[in-house]
């Protein structure tokens, strides 16, 4: 079996946390799977490295520097802790050292040219990675399992949308198969750095914040690999945030299309597109906690499992504006959704819903708070003329609203859902500022004041007993994976 296994960045955040790895990994690798791992940055770097990149472009002649020191204090005295073979110990120093003034020099030319593009902050936000991938292979021979830390530049392919960029799958599974492969049909465990590739001539690019469980998918694509493991600090996939609902509970099982509509709708737990390229395989991901291996985690397959309720879960993305344009009757404006969206799409800023009046007077739509200024300056430029004659009565702004999202392919075709869920609301006294609902079927998804979330989730949580939900997979069908409890030790 082949195993593609990612870790996120809490997962190789400190010493402790990558000995708990390693012997994931080993545990895995002695059982005699073939395995593949990807790293996240360790927690708190990639940051770092974007805010030492900002401050250099705003002038500060220090932040390259700074940054350098950060950086090999933190990976250095982690490979200290971790190494008790003092030639490794050297060798991985100086390996992190070199990185480090790589990335130096990177963040000093930006203070030179007092511009940050957006490939260059790619580049410079990559090293992250760089390093905690030889940090993990470092630790994982040490244990005697023989790991090689493995740049995905060399590997993911993209387009050349800097920040957030696609694969170009066909191309990446060809690179996968000459570089890859042949490690792992020696025997090697290659530790493959997440979040970013490269463009075809070689720019490095980043999948977007979160993007090392999208690369380990990719990868998973690329190497026909049999399952994805995405270990993260929480023991699955949540009927909601336990912040906010603490007797939420762990689904066992849910399908591609459930786990999408929940990562777009807020669940950090996985980034949204991470299942598109193991759906197009049919490839499982699992996602399991790297601090409770023990638990059976929750699946996430071609299909939904039952779970005793047509809701699976419920997520909220706070801080979300309502853009809404106004007029008389949009009859008398020539194209006015294309115009609006395609003035939205020039700011980059990203659509959660959209809703239309049936009357045509009117035509709203979600987006971050903090690009609803922007998008809002795109829109008034490109309805000016309108808004002079009077054909648009105005574009408003309403903030401090957040977007809540019911969850569940058991919705589709069930009669009184949405019922249920508005009268939950209404009983608590939460006014609704706009609904949605997919073609799909799979999401009711609504606008509420931000403050009220904290009340809402619960409420609809209750409603349709979530809690009762079972957080294991016994009754399911489900094949649990084998963690580490159930590797005989030594083998």
């Not at 050349?160 to 792992?184: K, M």
């Not at 985690?297 to 419920?314: D, L, M, Q």
């Not at 009565?393 to 058991?410: K, N, P």
Request: proline fraction near 4%; glycine fraction near 8%.
């Amino acid at each position: 079996m082949l195993r593609v296994m990612k870790f996120g960045g809490t997962s190789v955040g400190s010493v402790d946390a990558v000995r708990q790895v390693t012997q994931i990994l080993a545990d895995a690798y002695r059982q005699g799977d073939r395995v593949a791992a990807v790293v996240s940055a360790m927690s708190g770097v990639t940051n770092q490295l974007l805010e030492a990149a900002a401050q250099a472009a705003a002038g500060n002649d220090q932040a390259h520097t700074q940054l350098r020191q950060a950086l090999i204090e933190r990976h250095r005295d982690t490979a200290t802790a971790l190494l008790t073979d003092s030639q490794r110990q050297h060798e991985t120093i100086a390996h992190i050292t070199a990185l480090a003034d790589r990335c130096s020099r990177l963040v000093e030319s930006v203070h030179v040219l007092g511009h940050l593009s957006r490939r260059a902050e790619d580049w410079i936000a990559s090293f992250g990675e760089r390093m905690a991938a030889v940090l993990v292979a470092a630790a994982l021979n040490q244990a005697g399992i023989p790991a090689e830390p493995v740049e995905s530049d060399q590997i993911i392919v993209t387009d050349d949308q800097f920040g957030n960029a696609s694969p170009l799958l066909d191309v990446t599974r060809e690179r996968a198969h000459s570089i890859l492969v042949p490690l792992l049909e020696r025997g090697m465990l290659p530790v493959v750095t997440g979040y970013f590739g490269a463009t075809l001539n070689g720019a490095v690019t980043t999948l977007g914040r979160g993007g090392s469980d999208y690369s380990a998918a990719i990868l998973g694509y690329a190497l026909d690999a049999d399952e994805v493991w995405i270990w993260t600090d929480v023991d699955g996939v949540m009927t909601a945030d336990p912040r906010l609902v603490p007797e939420a509970r762990t689904l066992p099982a849910i399908s591609y299309a459930e786990a999408a509509e929940l990562a777009y709708f807020g669940a950090k737990v996985i980034h949204p597109r991470t299942m598109q390229p193991a759906a197009s395989r049919g490839i499982p991901i699992w996602i399991k906690n790297t601090f409770n291996p023990d638990h059976p985690g929750t699946r996430i397959g071609p299909e939904t499992v039952p779970n005793g309720s047509v809701v699976k879960a419920i997520t909220a993305i706070p801080g979300i504006s309502v853009i809404t344009v106004e007029g008389s009757s949009f009859l008398s404006v020539a194209d006015v959704t294309a115009r609006v969206f395609e003035a939205v799409a020039k700011t980059g800023a990203n659509v959660y819903m959209i809703f239309q009046a049936s009357s045509q007077h009117s035509l709203g739509f979600a987006v971050r708070q903090h690009e609803a200024a922007m998008v809002h300056a795109a829109l008034t430029r490109e309805f000016e003329l309108d808004l002079h004659k009077g054909l648009i009565a105005r574009i408003s702004e309403d903030s401090q609203l957040a977007i809540v999202a019911v969850v569940g392919a058991g919705m589709k075709g069930t009669p009184g859902v949405a019922g249920r869920v508005f009268n939950t609301l209404g009983q608590a006294g939460i006014n609704i500022v706009a609904i949605a609902q997919g073609s799909s079927e799979l999401n009711i998804s609504f606008v509420i004041a931000e403050h009220e979330v904290a009340r809402a989730v619960p409420a609809i949580h209750a409603a349709f007993g979530l809690a009762s939900v079972p957080d294991s997979t016994h009754g399911t069908g489900i094949t649990e994976p084998v963690t580490r409890s159930a590797v005989a030790p030594g083998n």
